[in-house]
């Protein structure tokens, strides 16, 4: 039983950290980035570099924020800023941008499945059962990114603009605020958030140039559900991760990986604002 119950918290803060950088585009920018999956490839195959030059494997992590955070600034300039105001025509762009990177992973890397050294190993005891130490860690990291994320968007000027954005982005206009440039910042913190959630994903699933796909849909969802609020984000991961762990466990893994997609759906059709009260 206790093992099911760390399963579940810590499958929640995994599906926490791969969805924080999507929720923080969608939150302030109001665009649904498909290219969600392609920066997990990206910060993944960063971790993959790393130890091919035989670096220390922790320093994939800013590394792969950096990357992302570039690559980030790049498509909200070139290609995401010109169709803020058609946001289907958004996500049909983020989604070729996703296939296009993609093909250059590919093209660099090849097809075949890599794997890369874990950042952490073993097991800890607790109460008398062995526990994967990795996802203990997993558990911290998400608790950093949220307290991170909540100070940014609470206690900076960065955070109160881009809330005053969300809630009116006209008034925020006339006020002075840069929102040209308030909007590329989030767009970077949140494909460098995403990219670094590819580092910590390495270690749970093997590395290939489609990886980030797995991942989209369960995120999207969660997102979706969440609206704008990072709280949202944590409870819907928590209910719906747990509800995976639990059918996964108990029925089958197969509608285990259904389960998120399935109660997203439900809880939208109830509500269409979904937990974002929180």
Known sequence: MLTLLLDIITTAAILFIVSAGLLAIFGVLKIVNFAHGAWLTVGAYCAVVTAGLGLNPWLALPLAFVAGAVLGALTERLIVRPL????????????GLSIVIGQLITLWFGRDVQFTVSLLSGTVDIFGTAYSLYRLFALAAALVIGIGVTFVLEGTRLGLSARAIIMNEALARALGLDTARIRLVTFMIGTGLTALAGVLLTPLTSVDPNMGLAWLIGA????????????????????????????????????????????????????????SRV
């Open 84 to 95: 803020y105001a058609r946001p289907l025509d958004a996500i049909l762009a983020t989604w």
């Open 220 to 275: 999207f969802m969660l997102v979706m559900v969440a609206g704008s609020s990072f709280g949202a984000l944590a409870v819907a991961c928590l209910l719906f991760g747990g509800a995976q762990v639990i059918v996964s466990t108990f029925i089958s893994p197969i509608l285990g990986g259904i389960t998120i997609a399935v109660l997203s759906a439900l809880v939208l059709r109830i509500s269409s604002k979904g937990f």
